[in-house]
């Protein structure tokens, strides 16, 4: 752990990270682009997988539903993560010790290979088996899910 | 009584102060808050992109609108009871910060946005329900309404960095 730890404190200590650390307005501008992000995802994930689940729109083909809101989500990752990563920088340290961001660090790899290996696949073929259409949608929802808490959970600390 | 005199008064009830000072009522009513916001916003987000005519485009304007408006509605009522709660421990810090008010005053206008589309625009519906891409009211009332909301976020976000 010892390389990771001297990893994060240079990290902590690059002007980018300074910056952002120095500015509360910076950090929370970046704070609601991450939440912009994660709207975008956990709806997706939301409409999509209520869709998978036959609940919403049952008579349209899933392609029509789900595979935009899934490629949707992919834009919503990218924004969230991206500011993540910023914000993370300018408390490395500290936010890395928690427990809590841990949990949403394990969910969210969790929620981002499931999405890339099975959820993209079901969602483009409108003739998946019903099985694996409601399982997809009702793992798709737990995980982003599960990330949205614990993110949320993790604003105590900031 | 002035406007401070009731802000603090407010702040001084039992609600605020469990929503101020105890760890889990804040944590507890900001996770209700985020996912009222996932539920609302979320699902609202897919009717605006079929109001601009960029998905579920095969299926008529008023069926997605149905069934997705008891989510949105769902949703808002959560965030709102929660956000209510929240700044009610919160009052007079909220009450002079700039992105508090812009966050007002943008939800306000979602509202204006969403009646003005439900009293004029969506009286027509009939005409164009089937159409991929529906008229420029309706497409700018989507456009206008996702613009609002993602600003409703980044004030939020920004005004609980700026208010302590």
């Known amino acids: 752990m010892l390389n990771l730890d001297s990893f994060f404190e240079w990290l902590q200590a690059t002007g980018i990270a300074m910056t952002i650390g120095g500015s509360s307005s910076l950090t929370g501008l970046l704070s609601g682009i991450h939440l912009l992000g994660l709207t975008i995802v956990a709806g997706g994930a939301f409409v999509s997988g209520l869709r998978l689940l036959g609940v919403l729109l049952p008579d349209q083909p899933v392609s029509e539903v789900a595979a935009p809101a899934a490629r949707a989500m992919v834009i919503g990752m990218t924004t969230s993560v991206a500011t993540g990563l910023l914000m993370f920088s300018s408390r490395a340290s500290a936010v890395a010790a928690s427990e809590i961001f841990q949990l949403k660090m394990a969910l969210l790899l969790a929620a981002v290979a499931f999405h890339f290996t099975v959820y993209l696949k079901t969602t483009r073929q409108d003739d998946a088996p019903v099985f694996r259409l409601r399982l997809s949608g009702l793992l798709g929802l737990a995980l982003w899910f599960g990330v949205a808490l614990a993110g949320s959970g993790f604003i105590l600390l900031e | 009584m002035s406007i401070m005199e009731i802000l603090e008064w407010i702040e001084a009830t039992r609600i605020a102060s469990i929503a101020r000072e105890s760890a889990w009522g804040f944590q507890i009513l900001v996770g209700l808050h985020i996912l009222g916001l996932i539920f609302s916003v979320g699902t609202l987000l897919w009717f605006d992109l079929r109001l601009l005519g960029v998905s579920m485009r095969a299926?008529?304007?008023?069926?997605?609108?149905?069934?997705?408006?008891?989510?949105?509605?769902?949703?808002?009522?959560?965030?709102?009871?929660?956000?209510?709660?929240?700044?009610?421990?919160?009052?007079?810090?909220?009450?002079?910060?700039?992105?508090?008010?812009?966050?007002?005053?943008?939800?306000?206008?979602?509202?204006?946005?969403?009646?003005?589309?439900?009293l004029v625009t969506e009286r027509r519906?009939?005409?164009?329900?089937h159409a991929p891409k529906p008229p420029g009211r309706a497409r700018l009332a989507g456009l206008t309404s996702i613009f609002l909301w993602a600003l409703i976020i980044l004030a939020g976000r920004m005004m609980s960095y700026t208010m302590f």
């Open chain 2, 59 to 118: 299926c008529p304007v008023s069926r997605v609108y149905r069934q997705l408006m008891p989510w949105t509605l769902g949703g808002f009522v959560v965030m709102l009871v929660s956000g209510t709660f929240l700044l009610a421990g919160f009052a007079t810090n909220a009450y002079s910060n700039f992105y508090f008010r812009t966050k007002v005053i943008a939800l306000l206008l979602a509202g204006v946005n969403a009646a003005i589309y439900h």
């Open chain 2, 125 to 129: 519906v009939a005409q164009w329900d």
